[in-house]
């Protein structure tokens, strides 16, 4: 069956630029949440969205970062004047519903590169 | 300020031993666990988890044990299998429905 999908796996970018990077969660799931690995890290929350809620932007790092959920569905998270910090895998993660009994599940993840 | 500390980054388990990874947390509010397992190159899987009205959950070879007084759980895996070589994270449901990892500890199961 179709899992979360990410794209795209790799990203490449020069310091300055703006990236986007797209998430195609699980049909049917209402929640989904961005997390980013640094290397040498665990995982770092960036931000969720459920339903027609209100995202929790909270963990979003600068104003330079931002995501949509489109209808409900899938989401993009855009990075805007990229800095080399701004390297990591950037993981998307989809669930049923918001809490416990509902686990996330992960897409494979883009990892960025600013150079 | 790391509310999920995973304090060993990296264990090595000989196959058909026991391994068990530890975890610590800080708020005693905390009332859902979660370990997740994560292979090179593929975002974590969900593991097995356990509530905070319990101090034990089972599946197959994996056991999460909870001690709330001490905010620390742990996974025990036995007989570890080379399959099992990967990270796992521990991760907490809080108050905002905001699940938190720690950094994750690598285990090497040793032929």
């Known amino acids: 069956g179709a899992g979360v999908s990410q794209s795209p796996s790799n990203k490449v970018t020069e310091k300055g630029k703006d990236v986007e990077l797209r998430c195609d969660p699980i049909?049917?799931?209402?929640?989904l949440y961005w997390y980013r690995q640094s290397l040498g890290q665990g995982l770092e929350f960036l931000i969720y969205?459920?339903?027609?809620?209100?995202?929790?932007k909270s963990g979003l790092p600068s104003d330079r970062f931002s995501a949509e959920r489109t209808g409900g569905s899938v989401s993009t998270l855009t990075i805007q004047r990229t800095q080399q910090e701004d390297s990591a895998v950037y993981l998307c993660?989809?669930?049923?519903?918001?809490?416990?009994?509902?686990?996330?599940?992960f897409g494979n993840g883009t990892r960025l590169t600013v150079t | 300020d790391q509310q999920v500390k995973q304090n060993s980054p990296s264990l090595s388990v000989q196959e058909g031993r026991i391994s068990i990874l530890n975890c610590d947390y800080t708020?005693?509010?905390?009332?859902?666990f979660l370990w997740y397992k994560k292979y090179p190159a593929e975002g974590p899987t969900f593991l097995i988890s356990?509530?905070?009205?319990?101090d034990k959950n089972e599946d197959g070879r994996f056991t999460v044990f909870l001690n709330k007084s001490a905010k620390h759980l742990s996974l025990h895996i036995v007989p570890s299998q080379p399959g099992d070589s990967a990270v796992y994270f521990c991760?907490?449901?809080?108050?905002?429905?905001?699940?938190?990892f720690g950094k994750g500890t690598r285990l090497h199961i040793l032929p």
């Open positions: 993660a989809s669930s049923l519903l918001l809490g416990a009994d509902s686990p996330l599940h």
């Open positions: 049909s049917g799931h209402t929640a």
């Open positions: 969205f459920q339903g027609n809620s209100a995202p929790d």
């Open positions: 708020n005693s509010m905390f009332d859902y």
């Open positions: 356990i509530s905070s009205i319990k």
């Open positions: 991760a907490v449901l809080n108050r905002d429905d905001k699940i938190i």
